[in-house]
């Protein structure tokens, strides 16, 4: 079959000899040249969009399954786009396909690395494709493919974050929609604002835009604080893209602030100061929703606490259990004499006690605890040690979050939950505490909870950076600071 790919070859001649430009003669020449030996079965009628679809629609593509590497996304999105193209055309890359490259290049503005999106690399293409007239197909068709594969790769980073790794993320919900990037790039580049259209895929939450917010003022004003600031930006902009889009009224415990806020749209309405666990058993990452809190719990002792630090009060004294307020169970829950036990012979492993803590001033659980589902077995809880509220580093607890003023905290869930049940409600809780008497309130509309990690934040238009209490940051550093793992497709036909 013949081509008639000369013709393109004698223009490009032409303009090189009208423009002078010798020295790109040669590189231009050779890749139209590439193009005529390349393109040898696509039929002479064929216009260069024509062409470009053929070679997209040689990539291989399987839609049955998972697209996890970049060439199978690629190949995805050009499929769901009729293999059209779409960052260039005859006379050149499309204006979507600059601004793109823009975008990429400005990265480091959203915490974000440019080098993992190979921008230099997309530079070349470009400005090769708009030297040479767009009329060099497998330029063209490296240039589409190079080009997507990038702005998947960034919208993907925006939504989801750079770092994949789960020992370093919290598990998401189960019920989490997953993020589309193929979806997400085809309508933006439809949309007639590409920018602001892919740029939506980053996460609304209050903490991100003020954090980004902060952070590009930073780099507006002073680059020297903003270079010192730069990888604690992004690995707390990287822990805030983890995190799944709440509703208009949340909770959010920040472990290193020690501080528990409500938040409603951008306003935080109500901040408690917490108690978080200590390092040697810190209090997890979670993302869960409050169904319900008690008034005047018992608290049951985990095991591991009855274990390690109530046994060895038992093998000193019988009566340590009585005089701390707590009473003694067997494995079955009948109430057993912690007298008529030989503490001296019990050892860990021997120990199939259940301890209880009945409702009472004296309560580890304080006057109120705050139900969520989490496998880690913590909820949030009052104290009867208010003195530890005064602490700078609240670190301090086995894990559960202890909170100031839970009581306010449990009326305005109340109130939010049922304005015309929130008065008697509100008498019942009172009623409950005072009386020393187990009630619990379950919520019609769970409440959403963020437990979150963030070692840096905004406050204003500053940005503010928490102690590492746990040393989170280290680990997470280090995979942010390891080399991006890169897989840019190639052409499937003819290369």
Same mark, same amino acid.
């Given at each position: 079959?013949?081509?008639?790919?000369?013709?393109?070859?004698?223009?490009?001649?032409?303009?090189?000899?009208?423009?002078?430009?010798?020295?790109?003669?040669?590189?231009?020449?050779?890749?139209?040249?590439?193009?005529?030996?390349?393109?040898?079965?696509?039929?002479?009628?064929?216009?260069?969009?024509?062409?470009?679809?053929?070679?997209?629609?040689?990539?291989? #593509?399987? @839609?049955?399954?998972?697209?996890?590497?970049?060439?199978?996304?690629?190949?995805?999105?050009?499929?769901?786009?009729?293999?059209?193209?779409?960052?260039?055309?005859?006379?050149?890359?499309?204006?979507?396909?600059?601004?793109?490259?823009?975008?990429?290049?400005?990265? !480091?503005?959203f915490g974000l690395e440019p080098t993992d999106y190979q921008v230099a690399h997309l530079r070349g293409l470009l400005d090769s494709?708009?030297?040479?007239?767009?009329?060099?197909?497998?330029?063209?068709?490296?240039?589409?493919?190079?080009?997507?594969?990038?702005?998947?790769?960034?919208?993907?980073?925006?939504?989801?974050?750079?770092? @994949?790794? #789960?020992?370093?993320?919290?598990?998401?919900?189960?019920?989490?929609?997953?993020?589309?990037?193929?979806?997400?790039?085809? /309508?933006?580049?439809?949309?007639?604002?590409?920018?602001?259209?892919?740029?939506?895929?980053?996460?609304?939450?209050?903490?991100?835009?003020?954090?980004?917010?902060?952070? /590009?003022?930073?780099?507006?004003?002073?680059?020297?604080?903003?270079?010192?600031?730069?990888?604690?930006?992004? #690995?707390?902009?990287?822990? #805030?893209?983890?995190?799944?889009?709440?509703?208009?009224?949340?909770?959010?415990?920040?472990?290193?602030?020690?501080?528990?806020?409500?938040?409603?749209?951008?306003?935080?309405?109500?901040?408690?100061?917490?108690?978080?666990?200590?390092?040697?058993?810190?209090?997890?990452?979670?993302?869960?929703?409050?169904?319900?809190?008690?008034?005047?719990?018992?608290?049951?002792?985990?095991?591991?606490?009855?274990?390690?630090?109530?046994?060895?009060?038992?093998?000193?004294?019988?009566?340590?259990?009585?005089?701390?307020?707590?009473?003694?169970?067997?494995?079955?829950?009948?109430?057993?004499?912690?007298?008529?036990?030989?503490?001296?012979?019990?050892?860990?492993?021997?120990?199939?006690? /259940?301890?209880? /803590?009945?409702?009472?001033?004296?309560?580890?659980?304080?006057?109120?605890?705050?139900?969520?589902? !989490?496998?880690?077995?913590?909820?949030?809880?009052?104290?009867?040690?208010?003195?530890?509220?005064?602490?700078?580093?609240?670190?301090?607890?086995?894990?559960?979050?202890?909170?100031?003023?839970?009581?306010?905290?449990?009326?305005?869930?109340?109130?939010?939950?049922?304005?015309?049940?929130?008065?008697?409600?509100?008498?019942?809780?009172?009623?409950?505490?005072?009386?020393?008497?187990?009630?619990?309130?379950?919520?019609?509309?769970?409440?959403?909870?963020?437990?979150?990690?963030? @070692?840096?934040?905004?406050?204003?238009?500053?940005?503010?950076?928490?102690?590492?209490?746990?040393?989170?940051?280290?680990?997470?550093?280090?995979?942010?600071?390891?080399?991006?793992?890169?897989?840019?497709?190639?052409?499937?036909?003819?290369?």
């Amino acid at each position: 079959m013949k081509t008639t790919l000369c013709y393109p070859f004698i223009c490009l001649l032409h303009l090189l000899i009208r423009a002078r430009k010798w020295q790109t003669a040669p590189r231009v020449l050779a890749l139209v040249g590439l193009s005529m030996l390349l393109s040898g079965s696509v039929a002479a009628t064929e216009s260069p969009d024509a062409q470009v679809t053929t070679l997209l629609r040689q990539q291989p #593509l399987d @839609t049955l399954h998972p697209a996890t590497t970049e060439a199978a996304q690629v190949a995805l999105f050009y499929w769901r786009n009729r293999y059209a193209p779409v960052w260039t055309r005859a006379d050149g890359p499309v204006p979507e396909a600059w601004e793109g490259l823009r975008l990429l290049q400005s990265a !480091s503005q959203f915490g974000l690395e440019p080098t993992d999106y190979q921008v230099a690399h997309l530079r070349g293409l470009l400005d090769s494709l708009a030297q040479t007239l767009g009329h060099v197909v497998p330029l063209r068709v490296r240039t589409e493919q190079h080009l997507t594969a990038a702005m998947l790769g960034f919208a993907r980073h925006l939504h989801d974050g750079r770092i @994949t790794s #789960l020992d370093l993320r919290p598990a998401k919900p189960v019920d989490a929609p997953a993020f589309d990037a193929i979806t997400h790039l085809l /309508q933006a580049v439809r949309s007639g604002q590409f920018a602001a259209k892919l740029l939506s895929a980053q996460p609304d939450s209050r903490s991100y835009v003020r954090l980004r917010w902060a952070w /590009q003022r930073l780099l507006r004003t002073d680059s020297v604080a903003a270079q010192r600031m730069a990888l604690a930006v992004a #690995l707390n902009l990287e822990r #805030l893209r983890w995190e799944p889009p709440t509703d208009s009224l949340y909770l959010v415990v920040n472990i290193p602030a020690f501080s528990l806020q409500v938040v409603r749209g951008a306003r935080v309405v109500a901040t408690h100061r917490v108690i978080v666990g200590k390092a040697s058993m810190p209090t997890p990452e979670l993302f869960s929703a409050v169904t319900y809190f008690q008034a005047a719990p018992e608290w049951r002792v985990p095991q591991s606490i009855a274990i390690d630090e109530m046994l060895p009060g038992l093998q000193r004294n019988s009566g340590y259990l009585d005089r701390h307020g707590y009473q003694l169970y067997s494995a079955t829950g009948q109430r057993a004499n912690a007298y008529r036990v030989n503490w001296k012979q019990i050892r860990p492993e021997t120990f199939t006690y /259940q301890i209880r /803590q009945l409702p009472s001033a004296r309560n580890a659980l304080g006057h109120v605890v705050f139900r969520f589902i !989490s496998p880690y077995a913590i909820y949030l809880h009052d104290t009867p040690a208010k003195a530890a509220f005064r602490a700078t580093n609240r670190a301090l607890s086995h894990g559960c979050i202890r909170v100031e003023e839970p009581l306010a905290l449990a009326c305005f869930l109340l109130q939010r939950d049922d304005t015309s049940r929130a008065v008697r409600r509100t008498q019942e809780l009172a009623a409950s505490v005072i009386q020393g008497r187990t009630k619990g309130f379950s919520l019609q509309a769970p409440v959403p909870l963020l437990v979150r990690y963030l @070692t840096c934040e905004a406050d204003g238009s500053q940005l503010r950076q928490l102690p590492d209490v746990y040393n989170r940051d280290q680990a997470l550093a280090q995979a942010w600071q390891a080399p991006a793992k890169t897989n840019l497709p190639t052409l499937a036909a003819g290369q």
